[in-house]
């Protein structure tokens, strides 16, 4: 390269990435017809990681700080090349910029049901979302696997394989744990902790830190909710005399508001007693089991008259008893 060609060249002086949104995981600072000039000032701002990339291969990384960009100041890119090139740059270097701000509510949710065991209902299909929250840890690990030389990389970009990590390290600990549907609200937090400190070496391996795991819900199927409002409903109705006086309470504002007003309440009220009272005197019957032949409360087998008071033959039939 002559002496004239060399002094029309373009001289990069000052590296540096002013991030303009939120959108951007990294970007490669545009030096296409340029060469960075000995002594430039490379500015990487907290939040940010840059890394000097030498023909595919990753020279030097960069923390947060203000540079002087020499070859003595780059012990490793120095070893790759040899500056014995007369009039020629020895940066002709990619500068690739990364955001390391925390990335926040980051949104998770399993499209469809994950099926697993439980202990009191059987086999189950479970639904969940939550938010979730991460950061790039390791700028060259995130380079050589996942944003490459590409002019930018897009948070967008990385949504789907890390909700299918997430949402694959739930399914394995549920499944692990079989913690039961119940108690998954309850233990809420506690699942959300189990579920962060297994998902964080697979995003680890991807130059990531997965910092904060929250569930914010965990459902059933709208036919399995069903089956579990009934079975709630049979534990409520398993003490009949109160589930027919709540009925009865209920069933007042209705009745009053109905045309007779207060006197059709009245008689709604007192035929809900009546037969919560006759519901309930069938129930103790029913539990206390059937009266001996010939003893008070017992039913004569031929005629099928009940008899009040202790007696060895029926007196209407005079059928003997016992």
């Not at 012990?75 to 040899?82: A, E, I």
């Not at 399914?171 to 309850?186: I, N, R, Y």
């Not at 998902?199 to 909710?225: H, K």
């Not at 006759?278 to 009940?306: K, L, N």
Request: hydrophobic share 40%; charged share 20%.
């Amino acid at each position: 390269m002559g002496i004239l060609s060399f002094a029309k060249k373009q001289f990069i002086d000052i590296l540096q990435w002013t991030e303009g949104s939120d959108d951007l995981l990294a970007w490669r600072f545009p030096t296409a017809d340029l060469e960075i000039q000995q002594g430039a000032r490379l500015v990487v701002r907290e939040t940010q990681m840059a890394v000097f990339v030498d023909q595919g291969h990753v020279a030097d990384v960069f923390g947060p700080g203000t540079y002087t960009i020499k070859t003595v100041n780059l012990p490793v890119l120095t070893d790759l090349r040899h500056w014995d090139k007369l009039f020629e740059s020895p940066f002709k270097s990619e500068v690739y910029f990364f955001s390391t701000r925390l990335r926040l509510n980051q949104t998770w949710g399993t499209a469809n049901p994950l099926a697993i065991r439980d202990r009191e209902f059987g086999a189950v299909r479970v639904r969940g979302f939550g938010v979730y929250s991460y950061r790039i840890t390791d700028a060259s690990v995130f380079f050589r696997n996942i944003s490459g030389t590409r002019e930018t990389y897009a948070v967008a970009e990385l949504e789907g394989q890390l909700r299918s990590t997430l949402i694959t390290t739930l399914t394995t600990h549920l499944g692990e744990s079989q913690v039961p549907f119940l108690d998954m609200a309850a233990n809420g937090d506690a699942l959300g902790r189990a579920v962060l400190q297994k998902a964080r070496p697979a995003f680890g391996a991807l130059g990531l830190g997965l910092e904060d795991f929250q569930i914010q819900n965990v459902s059933l199927p709208e036919d399995l909710q069903k089956r579990l409002d009934e079975r709630i409903g049979m534990g409520i109705v398993g003490d009949l005399p109160r589930y027919t006086q709540f009925q009865v309470a209920q069933s007042i504002p209705t009745a009053a508001a109905a045309p007779g007003g207060a006197a059709g309440a009245g008689v709604g009220l007192g035929a809900g007693i009546a037969m919560g009272q006759a519901m309930s005197r069938g129930i103790e019957q029913a539990s206390a089991g059937p009266a001996a032949p010939g003893t008070a409360g017992s039913i004569c087998p031929r005629c099928q008259t009940r008899l009040d008071r202790p007696s060895k033959f029926c007196p209407e039939c005079g059928a003997p008893q016992g």
